[in-house]
């Protein structure tokens, strides 16, 4: 009885990040567009509400980048140049994130002791 308790009390849990995460997100995207709004602001507290080992946020982030693979195959020059130049910054975008966090886990791992290096 307590098990079960506990179970769909995580799963409460985990459906109402998703929901307060995709609301936010639906916030920045919206920002994106407005100029009223902030939108960075409210993806990153999305992203960060929803969490990067979440199956949606992988699946939408995956689909974003075929997304703009298509578009730089797209036959018309307009788009295919837009969809060039969006997919080089997702690259580079991924790429600096990619090393951000490859340098926070080596200042943790350097605070804990498990890491020492000589400079």
């Known amino acids: 009885m307590v098990a079960f308790l506990i179970r769909t009390i995580v799963m409460l849990v ?8 995709g609301g936010l997100i639906c ?4 920002g994106v567009v407005l100029p009223i709004l902030p939108g960075m602001p409210f993806l990153i507290l999305g992203i960060l509400a929803i969490g990067r080992r979440s199956r ?6 995956i689909s974003g980048k075929l ?3 298509r578009w730089a195959r797209h036959p018309h020059p307009s788009l295919a140049s837009l969809g060039r130049w969006s997919l080089a910054a997702q690259r ?7 090393r951000l966090l490859w340098w926070w886990q080596l200042q943790q791992n350097r605070l804990r002791g498990r890491i020492i290096l000589n400079h």
């Open 14 to 21: 985990q459906s109402l990040r998703l929901l307060i995460g």
């Open 27 to 30: 916030l920045g995207i919206l």
């Open 56 to 61: 949606v946020l992988r699946q939408g982030s």
């Open 67 to 69: 997304l703009l693979k």
């Open 92 to 98: 580079k975008t991924s790429r600096q994130l990619r």
